[in-house]
């Protein structure tokens, strides 16, 4: 990023903490913030705020690209050791990122080049270029309402079942859209509040079905499997259901059953299903033993598992970004979303924070193309590298924020 | 207040479980004064409460003695008492843990009504329920914060929260995992109970001394709180290493930065394996350009011939994992709570595999197996 660009962004931001704010984070006396500066990718940690004013008057001040804060309570925010910060707990926090689901539209928009023979290509940069060898490689992961609405399911599958079974209140989460590809979930909880790494842990492979074991669970052949059971037994119950429903040879052979099995379950399927409607239990016919039905309900698992990055949920000194903060590789603000709204929420028109006013940039030429764009129902782009156009504020600033253009 | 109830709990549920909120209310109210040498009920409970400590040491189990119901019960401070004036983390953790086998199998065979009372003085929130599933009762419904604070440091699969049946917060348990789960509790509050007496110095009773005495011979004889037998292991094996330890050499071998926390771990751990002092000096001198004076310094000091004369123990997994340094999760990482368990267990296993194989017959691929000479 050319520092005339930098220069621009930071003051741009500026001017919006000072006239925006972001969002008062709760308990602010007891939380370290931590931003990142735009430029020299300064990073500042281990401050603390004795209130909203005096945080407001900071970032209007810095400017920074990122603004952090710990899902921690701290006694002493601001020491910078953290043996003497005096740890009181953490919130319980979950991280959805779309770069963790795979959708086919990251083979449409993410590209990557070498930056020393130009060679480029579509998806996930490799390690090194295929053509040239170098590590030298331009990367750019772009956002579409593909991405957003695969990570919105995740999240609302999240929900549901920190509701449903672990018994966490609605009134005690909070949703946000994270800025860029995807979605924080903050439990405020007093309850939970004291939970150490390992038990953290735990509710993250509860999530995400790991270490599943459906003997442990009781489920070999002959058991009986219900629809509204408690636990990974209901939603076992639920995905079973669903994926024999609309089972073909074709799901069947993916999942490794073998032929005999395929075809037996394909022709007691009205029986299966029937068998689980009722909470009887589960009718096996011949062909099918107990490794079938173990490798049936472990894909069963997979398909319904919440995908959450289990990293972030386990560490209990963790740095969240501020709700009602801008992001340094969009331009896009980090924003709540009521619980029932997420199913239609729409970032390219919710998360916008610059309405007025145009720019002027050029894009550079580390790509060989830079993707479409579409920001409050209208489009912009693809641009070619070199050209310069003149943009709504808001649209300049994403191509600046990803580094694929510079201030004219 | 003797001879009555106390919310539910008789008094030979105190003394049963001493370590109960009322319990202690019971030892204040008693006032045994530690000074009284005369005092019959104060020898009795001296000598008992010294069996409890040596019981720890030799089985690792204290066996309840339910015959003098205030013996049992007044030797349990008294116990924590000698553990702490000992001083051996080793020791103290041993203690809590004999402590809480000895409650757990008396809690296998308390009714549904009687757990629930003793669970919820221990602060629990528990409930009553009856739900009958694959052929299992479930008694109880247990909050979620207080199954995960004691299931989670158990490693069976059956305990993972992904293999429980739960419902909106709270989680079924029969009534022999009430009391499995009772006894990990038990074992923390003890812990934590002789953390708070480790500050412990001034005015030491004098009748106290000849027991402290008695147990640290009762330690040495049984060689404790010396760390694992590494006899057991002889050379120092770097394929057993486990994974975050090997992480850390590598690093340490491509001259990357490894955090004060991660030289600590290391250091202990080869010294624990049975590495001598020059040799571990003599191994950071070769894959690191630390000052060499500086290092032995660290390392005589880890190793105990400085300053505070403790010979310091690698961290657990669980420790390595706070401060990022465990890469690990291979399989034997999942059965194992510290590096040096590890490290014991894969060694045994690669002596073991590098004997030649005997048995040729009925062997599994006998064709690839054996060594041929
Ligand atoms: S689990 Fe333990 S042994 Fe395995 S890598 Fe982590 S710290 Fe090392
Ligand atoms: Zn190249
Ligand atoms: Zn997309």
Redesign the interface.
């Known amino acids: 990023m050319e520092e005339k660009t930098a220069k621009f962004l930071r003051s741009l931001y500026a001017r919006y903490y000072a006239s925006h704010g972001p969002v008062e984070p709760e308990d602010i006396g007891h939380r370290e913030f931590a931003f990142m500066t735009f430029g020299e990718r300064m990073v500042i940690r281990h401050r603390g705020f004795g209130s909203y004013d005096e945080l407001k008057a900071f970032m209007a001040k810095l400017g920074p690209s990122d603004a952090f804060y710990s899902s921690a309570y701290f006694q002493r925010p601001d020491e910078p050791d953290m043996k003497a910060k005096g740890w009181m707990g953490a919130d319980l926090i979950f991280d959805i990122d779309a770069d963790h689901i795979p959708t086919s539209c990251k083979g449409e928009h993410d590209i990557w080049a070498c930056r020393s023979c130009g060679h480029w290509g579509t998806g996930e940069a490799p390690d090194a270029c295929p053509r040239c060898g170098s590590k030298e490689l331009a990367e750019l992961k772009w956002i579409c309402n593909k991405c957003i609405s695969a990570a919105k399911e995740e999240l609302i599958k999240l929900i549901e079942v920190l509701e449903e079974d672990l018994g966490v209140d609605r009134s005690d989460m909070v949703a946000s859209f994270s800025g860029h590809r995807g979605f924080h979930l903050r439990v405020f909880s007093e309850d939970l509040r004291n939970l150490g790494q390992d038990e953290r842990g735990e509710i993250v492979d509860y999530l995400a079905a790991v270490g599943l074991d459906p003997e442990a669970l009781g489920l070999g052949p002959g058991a009986k499997l219900g629809l509204d059971e408690p636990g990974w037994r209901g939603r076992l119950a639920k995905a079973f259901y669903s994926l024999l429903y609309r089972a073909d040879e074709g799901t069947l052979r993916a999942l490794g059953l073998r032929k005999k099995a395929i075809s037996a379950l394909l022709a007691s399927k009205d029986l299966i299903l029937d068998s689980i409607e009722h909470g009887r239990p589960i009718y096996l016919p011949r062909g099918v033993g107990k490794s079938s039905l173990k490798k049936l309900l472990l894909a069963c698992a997979e398909e319904a598992a919440v995908k959450v990055d289990p990293v972030v949920t386990r560490d209990t000194h963790r740095l969240v970004r501020m709700s009602g903060s801008l992001h340094g590789k969009t331009g896009l603000l980090k924003v709540d979303i009521p619980l029932d709204e997420v199913e239609e929420f729409d970032p390219f028109s919710s998360a916008l924070a610059f309405e007025r006013d145009w720019a002027k940039v050029r894009i550079t030429d580390s790509l060989p193309v830079v993707p479409a764009l579409r920001l409050a129902d209208e489009d912009y782009g693809p641009f070619e590298p070199g050209e310069t156009v003149e943009l709504p504020l808001q649209a300049a600033v994403f191509l600046m924020c990803k580094e694929v253009a510079e201030l004219a | 207040m003797r001879g009555g109830s106390w919310a539910g709990l008789t008094k030979r549920d105190l003394a049963k479980y001493p370590f109960l909120k009322k319990a202690s209310e019971y030892v204040s109210a008693f006032g045994l004064d530690l000074r009284d040498l005369v005092s019959p009920t104060l020898s009795k409970t001296l000598e008992r409460a010294l069996q409890r400590v040596l019981d720890a040491i030799r089985f690792g189990k204290v066996s309840p003695r339910l015959t003098d119901e205030d013996v049992e019960l007044l030797s349990f401070p008294v116990a924590v008492l000698l553990v702490s004036l000992v001083g051996n983390e080793y020791l103290k953790k041993r203690y809590a843990l004999a402590e809480a086998k000895r409650a757990e199998e008396l809690l296998a065979s308390e009714s549904p009504d009687k757990l629930a009372v003793l669970a919820t003085d221990l602060g629990w929130d528990i409930r009553s329920v009856e739900v009958p599933?694959?052929?299992?009762l479930y008694e109880f419904s247990l909050?979620?914060?207080d199954y995960?604070?004691n299931?989670?440091?158990l490693k069976d699969?059956?305990w993972?929260?992904?293999?429980?049946?739960?419902?909106?917060?709270?989680v079924?348990v029969t009534r022999l995992e009430v009391a499995r789960l009772l006894s990990e509790e038990i074992s923390s509050k003890i812990e934590e109970l002789l953390a708070k007496r480790g500050g412990l110095k001034d005015s030491i009773p004098e009748g106290l001394l000849p027991y402290v005495e008695r147990i640290r011979e009762a330690m040495s004889e049984l060689k404790m709180g010396e760390g694992p037998r590494l006899e057991e292991v002889g050379e120092v094996l770097f394929e057993a290493f486990p994974p975050c330890m090997k992480a850390i050499y590598n690093a340490l071998h491509e001259k990357r930065h490894v955090p004060h926390a991660g030289r600590f771990a290391f250091t202990a751990f080869l010294l624990h394996i049975g590495m001598g002092i020059d040799d571990v000096v003599e191994l950071f001198r070769q894959v690191a350009d630390f000052s060499e004076k500086i290092t032995r310094y660290q390392v005589e000091h880890i190793a105990g011939e400085r300053g505070g004369r403790t010979q310091y123990t690698p961290p657990s997994c669980?420790t390595m994992?706070?401060y990022g340094l465990c890469v690990g999760a291979d399989e034997l990482c999942q059965k194992v709570r510290h590096p040096l368990t590890y490290y014991m267990r894969k060694a045994r296993m690669l002596k073991r595999r590098k004997r030649p194989v005997k048995t040729a017959e009925g062997e599994e691929g006998g064709q690839g197996g054996g060594e041929d000479g």
């Open positions: 599933f694959g052929g299992i909050s979620l914060k995960l604070r299931a989670s440091r699969k059956k993972k929260l992904v293999n429980r049946l739960v419902k909106s917060g709270r079924l669980k994992r706070s």
